[in-house]
């Protein structure tokens, strides 16, 4: 495994993985599992974010204190699917900015087609965490890396539930400078480009469309 990559083997994360995997999860059980697990993803993250001190007064004394240095995150949601990361994390980064890349596969291609791209207009001065559940061909992550750079972020992280190992090696052989952070790395791909064993659509089991 290339070294960019950070497999979260925090048992909650484990074992919210695998209830999210089974076929029998309901679409109310996997949103909120999804909704959890993404809080989790979300501290391992941020885990190396430097720190600076603020005068501040507490009621017995004055203390520098320790405070994340720099302007507010911006957690980036690659569409649909990614917005139940979004939510989650957003839970226990409430100041974050957010902005959206929407992208969709050919299925016959499986290439990305961007649709739509909104992000704070001053992502130069920001840290990007770019979120999908899956990382399965890696040309999402590919293309949605590619777009963010134009606007020059000062770093790119890539946080999502699942990795296959062709998603990996796609996004290094691109943007070796992103770190991946995932719950798990998979075996492989089928021919439709879906994650085995994988958890199956996480756009239809998080909203219920199938
Ligand atoms: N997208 C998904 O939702 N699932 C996969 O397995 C691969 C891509």
Do not use: W
């Not at 005068?55 to 203390?63: H, R, Y």
């Amino acid at each position: 495994m290339t070294p960019t990559v950070h497999v979260i083997g925090h048992p909650l994360v484990q074992h919210k993985l695998t209830l999210m995997r089974k076929k029998q999860t309901s679409t109310k059980s996997f949103r909120a599992l999804l909704e959890e697990i993404s809080m989790l993803l979300a501290y391992e993250v941020t885990r190396d974010l430097p720190l600076c001190t603020e005068d501040i007064e507490t009621p017995l004394a004055p203390m520098k204190a320790p405070v994340i240095a720099g302007k507010k995150i911006v957690i980036v949601s690659i569409l649909r699917a990614g917005n139940g990361i979004l939510d989650g994390m957003l839970h226990i980064l409430p100041s974050a900015r957010v902005g959206h890349i929407g992208l969709y596969r050919d299925p016959k291609t499986l290439q990305a087609v961007e649709y739509y791209y909104k992000v704070p207009e001053d992502l130069h001065e920001r840290d990007v965490m770019l979120v999908d559940p899956m990382l399965a061909t890696g040309n999402s992550a590919v293309a949605a890396v590619t777009r963010l750079k134009k606007s020059k972020p000062k770093s790119i992280r890539f946080a999502c539930l699942l990795a296959a190992p062709e998603g990996i090696e796609t996004l290094r052989a691109h943007h070796p400078d992103v770190h991946v952070f995932t719950a798990a790395v998979d075996e492989r791909l089928n021919d439709h480009g879906y994650i085995l064993p994988g958890l199956g659509d996480a756009g239809d089991r998080l909203f219920g469309t199938r």
